[in-house]
C-alpha cells in the first residue's frame, strides 16, 4: 500500500508500505476515504527537521473513511466513522487504530462537509472551557479554519460584535461569510484602534487567539480585552514563550483559558450534528481538493497559504 513520508524540508514522498499488522483487542483497520490538513501538520513539512526521513504517515489526522475489521462490539466492518491518528501518523492508506479514537460518522452531509466536524469539534470544546457567551463582544484573532470555525459557532450561541482579526484579505472576506459581524485588516488598520471603535471604547469581553503554531498574538489579546474580560488561547504555543506581557495582563483582572484534546464521544458528534443540521454551512472553508497522487502541491497550497486557500482536502485511492 502507499504511505507518506516527508524525506526533506517541503518534500512529502508517496512510498510503497506494508499493510498493517493484524488489529490488537480495542483497535481497529481503518481505510481512510478523505483527509484535510490542518495547521498543525504545517510544522512537519515546513519546519528543519534534524534528522530526515521523517516518521512514515507524518503528518494527518483529521480523517473519515471506513472500518474494514473489527472484532470489538463499537464498530463493525463497512462503517462509515471519523478517525484520529495517534501523534498525525496519518498519511497511510490502511492503517490500525484505536477504537478509542474513532467516532462513528453522521452521513447525512457529504464526506468534505463531515470531515471538518473534527476541526469544529475542538472549537466546541473550548467554547465549553467558557461562559454564556450571549451579547458578548469578541475578537476573534487570526481567521485561518479555526478561527473562521469559531466565528460560526459564536454566532451560533448568541456573541454580539464578532470582531474577526487577519492579515490576509481573502480570509477576512471569509470570515465575513462564516459569521463575523466586522473584520479588521491588522497591516491596513490598528486593531486596538478599531476594536475601541467597533465597541464603543468598551474593548472585547472574550479574545480568541486562534493565530497558530509560527507566532502568537497574546500581547495583542490583552490589549483588546477589557477589564475584567477573557482571553482563550487556542493557538498551539511554543513551550517556552518569552516576552508575555504578563504584568498588563495581571492589572486588568484578565481570566485566561486554553482548550487541548476535545472528549471523543461528545465533542465530535455534536460538530457533527452542528454541521449535519445546517447550524453551520462549511463549504465556503473548502477552498482545495487533490488525490493523493498530489500530496506535494496540496501541502505547498495549504502551507503557503495560496491560491485563497483555506481548507485542503487529500483524496484517498479507496474513494474511487
Same mark, same amino acid.
Given at each position: 500500500?502507499?504511505?507518506?513520508?516527508?524525506?526533506?524540508?517541503?518534500?512529502?514522498?508517496?512510498?510503497?508500505?506494508?499493510?498493517?499488522?493484524?488489529?490488537?483487542?480495542?483497535?481497529?483497520?481503518?481505510?481512510?476515504?478523505?483527509?484535510?490538513?490542518?495547521?498543525?501538520?504545517?510544522?512537519?513539512?515546513?519546519?528543519?527537521?534534524?534528522?530526515?526521513?521523517?516518521?512514515?504517515?507524518?503528518?494527518?489526522?483529521?480523517?473519515?473513511?471506513?472500518?474494514?475489521?473489527?472484532?470489538?462490539?463499537?464498530?463493525?466492518?463497512?462503517?462509515?466513522?471519523?478517525?484520529?491518528?495517534?501523534?498525525?501518523?496519518?498519511?497511510?492508506?490502511?492503517?490500525?487504530?484505536?477504537?478509542?479514537?474513532?467516532?462513528?460518522?453522521?452521513?447525512?452531509?457529504?464526506?468534505?462537509?463531515?470531515?471538518?466536524?473534527?476541526?469544529?469539534?475542538?472549537?466546541?470544546?473550548?467554547?465549553?472551557?467558557?461562559?454564556?457567551?450571549?451579547?458578548?463582544?469578541?475578537?476573534?484573532?487570526?481567521?485561518?479554519?479555526?478561527?473562521?470555525?469559531?466565528?460560526?459557532?459564536?454566532?451560533?450561541?448568541?456573541?454580539?460584535?464578532?470582531?474577526?482579526?487577519?492579515?490576509?484579505?481573502?480570509?477576512?472576506?471569509?470570515?465575513?461569510?462564516?459569521?463575523?459581524?466586522?473584520?479588521?485588516?491588522?497591516?491596513?488598520?490598528?486593531?486596538?484602534?478599531?476594536?475601541? &471603535?467597533?465597541?464603543?471604547?468598551?474593548?472585547?469581553?472574550?479574545?480568541?487567539?486562534? #493565530?497558530?503554531?509560527?507566532?502568537?498574538?497574546?500581547?495583542?489579546?490583552?490589549?483588546?480585552?477589557?477589564?475584567?474580560?477573557?482571553?482563550?488561547?487556542?493557538? #498551539?504555543?511554543?513551550? #517556552?514563550? &518569552?516576552?508575555?506581557?504578563?504584568?498588563?495582563?495581571?492589572?486588568?483582572?484578565?481570566?485566561?483559558?486554553?482548550?487541548?484534546?476535545?472528549?471523543?464521544?461528545?465533542?465530535?458528534?455534536?460538530?457533527?450534528?452542528?454541521?449535519?443540521?445546517?447550524?453551520?454551512?462549511?463549504?465556503?472553508?473548502?477552498?482545495?481538493?487533490?488525490?493523493?497522487?498530489?500530496?506535494?502541491?496540496?501541502?505547498?497550497?495549504?502551507?503557503?497559504?495560496?491560491?485563497?486557500?483555506?481548507?485542503?482536502?487529500?483524496?484517498?485511492?479507496?474513494?474511487?
Amino acid at each position: 500500500m502507499l504511505a507518506g513520508q516527508i524525506v526533506q524540508r517541503r518534500q512529502i514522498e508517496l512510498i510503497s508500505h506494508p499493510e498493517p499488522e493484524p488489529a490488537k483487542p480495542g483497535e481497529i483497520v481503518f481505510q481512510p476515504e478523505l483527509g484535510c490538513l490542518c495547521g498543525s501538520d504545517i510544522p512537519f513539512f515546513q519546519a528543519q527537521h534534524p534528522k530526515y526521513p521523517l516518521q512514515i504517515g507524518l503528518s494527518l489526522h483529521e480523517m473519515v473513511g471506513t472500518v474494514l475489521w473489527s472484532d470489538g462490539t463499537r464498530f463493525h466492518a463497512g462503517q462509515k466513522v471519523l478517525a484520529v491518528p495517534t501523534n498525525h501518523v496519518g498519511v497511510l492508506e490502511r492503517l490500525a487504530i484505536s477504537e478509542n479514537l474513532v467516532v462513528p460518522l453522521d452521513t447525512r452531509r457529504p464526506l468534505e462537509e463531515m470531515i471538518i466536524s473534527q476541526p469544529l469539534g475542538t472549537v466546541l470544546y473550548g467554547l465549553r472551557m467558557l461562559p454564556n457567551v450571549l451579547g458578548w463582544n469578541v475578537v476573534v484573532v487570526g481567521q485561518g479554519p479555526i478561527g473562521l470555525l469559531f466565528c460560526a459557532a459564536l454566532r451560533n450561541l448568541g456573541a454580539g460584535k464578532i470582531i474577526g482579526l487577519d492579515k490576509l484579505p481573502y480570509r477576512l472576506d471569509l470570515g465575513k461569510r462564516m459569521g463575523a459581524t466586522d473584520a479588521i485588516h491588522v497591516e491596513h488598520d490598528d486593531p486596538i484602534t478599531a476594536v475601541a &471603535d467597533l465597541t464603543g471604547g468598551q474593548m472585547a469581553d472574550l479574545v480568541i487567539e486562534a #493565530v497558530g503554531h509560527e507566532h502568537h498574538a497574546l500581547n495583542l489579546c490583552v490589549e483588546l480585552c477589557r477589564y475584567k474580560g477573557r482571553i482563550h488561547y487556542f493557538g #498551539v504555543p511554543l513551550p #517556552v514563550v &518569552d516576552g508575555i506581557r504578563w504584568r498588563d495582563l495581571f492589572v486588568k483582572n484578565i481570566a485566561v483559558t486554553t482548550s487541548n484534546g476535545p472528549e471523543f464521544g461528545r465533542d465530535f458528534p455534536l460538530a457533527m450534528q452542528w454541521i449535519a443540521e445546517g447550524r453551520i454551512d462549511v463549504q465556503p472553508l473548502l477552498t482545495h481538493r487533490f488525490p493523493l497522487s498530489d500530496i506535494q502541491t496540496a501541502f505547498e497550497i495549504f502551507s503557503d497559504r495560496a491560491d485563497g486557500a483555506c481548507k485542503v482536502l487529500i483524496d484517498f485511492p479507496s474513494a474511487g
